[in-house]
C-alpha cells in the first residue's frame, strides 16, 4: 500500500504552526519572523513536502507561468535556429522556481491577438515574451490593454512600458562582410529576412551601411522569410542574375544552409566559386560541408536573461532595466574565401 503523501497541516504539526504561517512561508508573504519561517521550510524538507502550483496559484493570485507566442508552422519549428535553444534557456531558469512555459504556436494566416487574449483569459500566465518585434507593433499596445506583463526580445522602434532584453545584430552582420571585403570580394549579395521584423530590417540595413562604407553597392538584397525554402528560391534568383554576386550573406543559418544545397545543385563549388555566410551559428552550422561562416549568437542566454527580467517585473520590481547581450560574434569557417577572379590572377 502506497504512503500517503503528506500534506500542509503534517507540516503545521511538524512545526508547530497554524497551516496559514506554513502558506505565508512558503509562498513568500511578510510577517512572519525568519527564524519560524525557517523552522516551516525545515518541516517542510524533512517530510518531502511541495506546495502544488494550484494551490499556490490560489493562495497568491499567479499562474506561475510565462507564455510565449510564436508566429510558425508547427512542423518547421524544431528545425528553427533560435527558438528551441531560446525556448531551453527560458526552462532553465523557470524549473528552478516551480513554473512552467505556456506556448502558443500559431501559423500565418491565423488570429495572433487571439493567442495573447487567450494567454491572458482567466490569468493563466502571468506575463508574456514578446518576439519578433514588427516596426510600429501593435502587440505591445494590446499587452497594455490586457494588463499583461511583457518583456521585449529586443528594443522596439516605438514607445513602450515594457523592459526589453536585447542582442545587437549589427556588429556581427558588419563583421561577415568586412570579412568578405577583406577576402576581396566586391559582388556581395544579402538574403534578408521579412521587413515587418525589425530584426531583419537591423541586418539589412547593417549589411547595406558596411558596404557603402567601402564605398560599394549590394550586387541585389532579396527579400525572403527565414526559411530553408525562401533560401533557396533566393538564392536561385541571385544566381541567375547578369553579373551574380561572388558571396551571398544571408540573414540567418537555415536560409545559408539551404542557399549552399542550392549552389551546389546549379554546379557551383561553395567557396570555390561562390562564398556564402550565414547568421545565428546554429549546431548544424559547424557539420555542413564546407563549415559554414556565421555570426554566433546566443540563444539560450537571451532565453535565460528574459526569464529573469520577466520574473522581475511579475514580482513586482520597479523599473526594470532594459538588459544589454554581448553583441555575436563572427565565427569563420570554410564556406568563405577569396573570389575566383583573385585566385586565377
Excluded at 526580445?153 to 515594457?162: M, T, V, W
Aim: glycine letters at 8%; zero cysteines.
Amino acid at each position: 500500500m502506497s504512503k500517503q503523501r503528506p500534506t500542509i497541516a503534517d507540516v503545521a504539526t511538524r512545526a508547530g504552526v497554524s497551516k496559514g504561517a506554513v502558506s505565508f512561508a512558503l509562498n513568500g508573504r511578510p510577517g512572519l519572523a525568519q527564524s519560524t519561517v525557517d523552522k516551516i521550510i525545515a518541516a517542510a524538507d524533512e517530510l518531502g513536502w511541495r506546495p502544488s502550483n494550484r494551490a499556490r496559484s490560489l493562495s497568491v493570485s499567479k499562474a506561475f507561468a510565462l507564455g510565449l507566442v510564436i508566429t510558425r508552422d508547427p512542423a518547421v519549428l524544431s528545425s528553427d535556429p533560435f527558438f528551441p535553444a531560446f525556448i531551453a534557456g527560458v526552462e532553465s531558469v523557470l524549473s528552478t522556481r516551480g513554473q512552467a512555459l505556456v506556448l502558443q504556436v500559431v501559423t500565418a494566416g491565423e488570429d495572433e491577438e487571439a493567442g495573447y487574449r487567450r494567454l491572458a483569459q482567466d490569468g493563466r500566465v502571468d506575463g508574456v515574451f514578446l518576439s519578433d518585434l514588427r516596426h510600429d507593433d501593435p502587440r505591445i499596445g494590446l499587452l497594455v490593454e490586457l494588463g499583461l506583463p511583457a518583456v521585449t526580445l529586443n528594443r522596439p522602434d516605438g514607445a513602450s512600458p515594457f523592459p526589453a532584453v536585447t542582442l545587437d545584430d549589427r556588429p556581427g552582420t558588419t563583421a561577415v562582410v568586412e570579412h568578405l571585403l577583406r577576402l576581396g570580394h566586391t559582388r556581395i549579395a544579402h538574403v534578408g529576412g521579412p521587413p515587418a521584423f525589425v530584426h531583419a530590417t537591423a541586418r539589412s540595413t547593417a549589411f547595406a551601411a558596411t558596404l557603402a562604407t567601402a564605398g560599394l553597392e549590394p550586387v541585389a538584397m532579396e527579400t525572403s522569410d527565414f526559411t530553408a525554402a525562401g533560401g533557396i528560391e533566393a538564392t536561385r534568383r541571385l544566381l541567375a542574375l547578369a553579373e551574380p554576386p561572388t558571396a551571398i550573406v544571408y540573414a540567418n543559418d537555415r536560409m545559408a544552409i539551404a542557399g549552399l544545397g542550392a549552389a551546389h545543385a546549379a554546379g557551383l563549388s561553395v567557396p570555390d566559386d561562390l562564398s556564402i555566410a550565414g547568421f545565428d551559428d546554429s549546431e548544424i552550422a559547424e557539420y555542413v560541408h564546407p563549415g559554414l561562416t556565421t555570426v554566433r549568437a546566443d540563444p539560450f542566454r537571451f532565453g535565460e536573461a528574459a526569464a529573469h527580467t520577466l520574473n522581475q517585473v511579475v514580482d513586482g520590481a520597479a523599473d526594470v532595466p532594459d538588459v544589454e547581450l554581448p553583441p555575436a560574434q563572427l565565427v569563420v569557417r570554410r564556406s568563405t574565401a577569396v573570389p575566383p577572379q583573385l585566385e586565377e590572377s
